[in-house]
């Protein structure tokens, strides 16, 4: 590892070496919309709901059994995710839970295909490559800054690296049809599915029962 990235997986999160890559099973990403559908409190609630989820000892023992990368982002309009962490001990899983901090101010649009396109980057840019990359699209409303049709060419990009799942996680709220629009538009790959959550306040349960279905 060179000075780079021991500065970076000291202070920023945990850079993998090249020693590494062979031994992560998965890449997760997750990404949380902020979106302004999305209010101060329940932008908080995604945040505790990922937080706690992690803290659980059934995710720990499940981390025991796969080697896993992890990084969290936010997307609206636009889209920033964060550094890798190697979920290797508990002191990294700590470090990783302490990192989930809001990244970006509220975002006037949802755009999804701008979301996804920022993944394909974060995937294209990893110093690792894993047995499979699940990704974590939780949101509670549809693509309204580009067309459809950019949200297919940006998963169809995504999906066409190889070994990618994208999943959902979609948010009953003011959009009752939002669990349909995910299912067609943005899962995709091998075993992808949606398991949606009953308004904000069920956000903790659904992040929970999602994570254990994938890495559990």
């Known amino acids: 590892m060179n000075r780079r990235d021991f500065i970076a997986g000291t202070l920023f999160g945990i850079t993998l070496p090249a020693s590494a890559q062979s ?3 998965i890449g997760l990403i997750l990404m949380s919309d902020i979106s302004s559908s999305v209010n101060t409190e329940n932008k908080e609630i995604q945040l505790e709901g990922i937080k706690r989820a992690f803290a659980q000892n059934r995710i720990h023992n499940s981390l025991k059994e796969w080697n896993v990368a992890v990084c969290y982002g936010e997307w609206g309009r636009q889209a920033k995710i964060g ?3 190697h979920l290797n001990s508990v002191d990294n899983i700590l470090a990783f839970i302490d990192s989930i901090k809001p990244m970006n101010d509220s975002d006037d649009a949802t755009c ?3 979301c996804l396109q ?7 840019t990893a110093t690792f490559k894993p047995d499979k990359w699940i990704i974590d699209i939780s949101g509670d409303g549809k693509e309204n800054l580009l067309s459809v049709e950019d949200v297919h060419i940006a998963r169809d990009n995504l999906l066409e690296m190889g070994d990618v799942t994208i999943n959902g996680l979609p948010i ?9 629009w995910y299912k067609e538009h943005v899962i995709g790959g091998p075993g992808a599915f949606v398991l949606p959550s009953n308004g ?3 956000f903790i349960d659904a992040i929970f029962k999602k994570l254990l279905r994938e890495i559990g």
Do not use: L, P
Request: a negative charge; zero cysteines.
């Open 83 to 85: 550094n890798w962490y």
């Open 200 to 202: 904000h306040q069920n």
């Open 172 to 180: 009953i709220a003011s959009e009752k049809d939002i669990v349909e």
């Open 23 to 25: 031994q992560i099973d």
């Open 112 to 114: 999804v295909a701008h």
């Open 118 to 124: 920022m993944v394909k980057h974060k995937i294209d």
